[in-house]
């Protein structure tokens, strides 16, 4: 595609409930990245992938956050049992992964959830 | 772990004026600097990048940050602005041999006609 997309836009949730985050790269871009961005931050890493294999999870603020790329392109973010503290914008990136260019990320233009 | 400090949270400028916004990082290995800009109601694009070679980097509308190891900065400068750079600047840091990239709490350039 011509760019990086995320749906949905914008998702609220019920405390307790489980939510799903979807990001579709740009086509061919090997290398996926999920950020977390609360509100007046800048953008906190959360995990890595290269292809489906997921390399970096240590941004992961608990384990009720998981994200998976099954065939190494689609990913989803998911989240059990929603906290409060969780309402955030959630950023997707990708990039190439042929030296420099794995620093050039292209950004989605995220997802908005609140948790009440 | 890496740091990324933006001390300007707000900087008001008027047009054709120009503009520094500051960065400063924490590291004491090789990294590679970024700045990201995020227009009203857009994602994140990268505007320049430090990686290697020449300490001054720019961008094609105009912005410019040198590197200054010795100060662990990478300041953005732009001698003129329009009210079209009215924006959310974010600074980044990578160390280069992880996959992890640090941000700054960003800097709201906002421009007065």
């Known amino acids: 595609g011509a760019g990086v997309s995320q749906s949905p836009r914008y998702k609220v949730a019920k405390r307790g409930q489980d939510v799903a985050l979807r990001c579709d790269p740009i086509s061919g871009h090997v290398s996926l990245f999920w950020y977390q961005q609360a509100l007046g931050q800048g953008p906190e890493f959360l995990t890595y992938f290269q292809n489906e294999a997921q390399l970096d999870k240590s941004g992961l603020p608990s384990d009720r956050f998981f994200a998976e790329r099954p065939e190494g392109s689609v990913s989803t973010l998911k989240i059990q049992r929603t906290q409060q503290e969780d309402s955030a914008v959630y950023l997707c990136a990708s990039s190439s992964r042929g030296g420099v260019s794995f620093y050039e990320q292209y950004f989605g233009p995220g997802t908005r959830l609140t948790v009440t | 772990a890496q740091s990324v400090t933006q001390l300007d949270s707000q900087v008001p400028v008027f047009e054709e004026a120009p503009v520094e916004l500051r960065c400063n990082y924490s590291s004491s290995v090789s990294v590679y600097l970024f700045w990201y800009v995020q227009y009203p109601n857009q994602g994140l694009q990268l505007l320049l990048k430090?990686?290697?070679?020449?300490?001054l980097v720019e961008s094609i509308n105009g912005f410019e940050a040198e590197f200054n190891k010795s100060q662990t900065s990478f300041h953005l400068r732009k001698p003129s602005v329009h009210i079209s750079d009215t924006a959310e600047y974010f600074c980044?840091?990578?160390?280069?041999?992880?996959?992890?990239?640090?941000f700054g709490t960003g800097t709201s350039l906002t421009v007065i006609p």
């Open positions: 430090y990686l290697s070679g020449s300490t």
């Open positions: 980044a840091v990578s160390a280069g041999t992880g996959n992890q990239f640090y």
